[in-house]
């Protein structure tokens, strides 16, 4: 273990010396006095597991920025990388005994970083591509042709074996290598506006498709929407909606965020929905958030409360209002499965039980733990694009810790850990599915065997 002095290595040029933060919130110098240094968060922290430095801990990075906020520390790009090198995944926040609420810590310094940090020309264009095309499905849809070529005509695997990529951008090569097969079902949204409760009709909720999701695991979609449907709901899906800002919130893009939140609670007024449901963990923890993100709005903080307090993680409010369909074996023999925790599911939602719940329910399910169960994964929204190396131990490790159990099945609610596993799965050669909980409540509705 590595407890470097964090002053020592933030020696900078002097053209950088009076960089610092801006009046607009910065992190809160109360929040950052709450931290007692008592250093519990740091074998809880990934970042600091794999790289071994105090300021890529969450204690090293609050001192930090108590530095930035007082002109002791410049806000240099040796102070940034440490910012950078955190995934935002919570996990201290669980951990921590003093309740040091670093997320809002860590959302105001990004958002600091964004305004009055000058990244290098590289990065610009890197952080650009993704935040003009990540959050627009139509504008992803438009890639999606071209990559689909690239896939069938054989030429991912010749640029993949050649490293041609890699030599460029380790970050684009990341970026090419999330990519998952593109099915013919990605280039349209075949879910209608309304869909019938089937039966007696228990509740009508709204159910947000995801940007990422609905083009590359699309199915998931589909399988949320059966498994609703045959639990009492009717299920309402505004055509319009888009991002819902998860991606750029994260990343301290503040006014994208809040545009995209705004056309996301727009898209959803006439809707008329007790509940909101969404079925990716990034997404949930942010719309949960959007009181908070849009607090300052004259015309949407009331509405953007109102709209946080409707959302729900489709597992939570399974749990809550039960099921009521009739659930049958998905093989003839008992099933083993291990159920990985999404860390804006575990840490940002506090949503562990549910849908351990949920799956327990399916007749012959028998559920394992991984070791390091809390531990992100390394996806991170695109923290595995941005920081390849760190991710692609986390992804590495998580991957272990996850088939060791010997379970033949690993579920997964959240489609950046989707991707995220499935690309670590395959690096180790191993061949389990990894599944959502609602595909795989659906097709125990359905009585669909895995083998069929
Ligand atoms: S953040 Fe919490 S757990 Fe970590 S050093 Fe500070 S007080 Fe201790
Ligand atoms: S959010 Fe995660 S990576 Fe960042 S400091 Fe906390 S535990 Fe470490």
Known sequence: MTTDSPSAELQTPNSELLLSFDFRNPPDPKLIDSCVHCGFCLSTCPSYRVIGKETDSP????????????????????????????????????????????????????????RNHGRSLPEKLLRQ????????PNRLRLLLRPLGLYQKTGLQKLVRSLGVIQQISPQLAAMEAMLPPISASAFQDPIPAVIPAQGKQRYRVGMLLGCVQRLFNPDVNTATVNVLTANGCEVVVPKLQGCCGALTHHQGQE???????????????????????????????????????????????????????????????????????????LQDQPLTMVYQDACHMLHGQKISVQPRTLLKQIPGVQLREPVDAALCCGSAGVY????????????????????????????????????QISKHLELQDKTVPVLHPMQLLDYSIRGVKLSD
């Not at 591509?129 to 627009?136: A, D, H, K, M, T």
């Not at 920081?387 to 131990?393: F, I």
Request: glycine letters at 8%.
């Open 59 to 114: 204690r090293g990075r609050i001192y930090l920025m108590d530095g930035v906020n007082e002109g002791t520390i410049p806000l240099s790009s040796a102070t940034v990388e440490h910012f950078d090198s955190c995934l935002g995944c919570l996990a201290c926040v669980t951990t921590c005994p003093s309740g040091v609420q670093y997320d809002k810590l860590i959302e105001a310094t990004r958002m600091q970083v964004e």
């Open 129 to 136: 591509l993704i935040f003009s095309v990540f959050p627009y």
């Open 255 to 329: 006014e994208q965020t809040k545009t995209l939140a705004r056309q996301l609670i727009d898209s959803f007024a006439a809707a008329n929905v007790e509940f909101i449901l969404v079925n990716a963990s990034g997404c949930g923890h942010t719309l949960k958030e959007y009181g908070h993100i849009l607090a300052n709005d004259p015309i949407y903080a009331n509405r953007a409360k109102e709209f946080a307090g409707k959302v729900r993680d489709v597992q939570e409010f399974l749990a809550d209002v039960g099921l009521t369909a009739k659930l049958s074996p």
């Open 384 to 419: 595995n694009i941005l920081q390849p190396e760190v991710a692609a131990e986390l992804g590495r490790q998580k991957v272990q810790n996850l088939t060791n159990t010997g379970a033949s099945l690993i579920a997964s609610a959240n489609i950046g850990c989707f991707v």
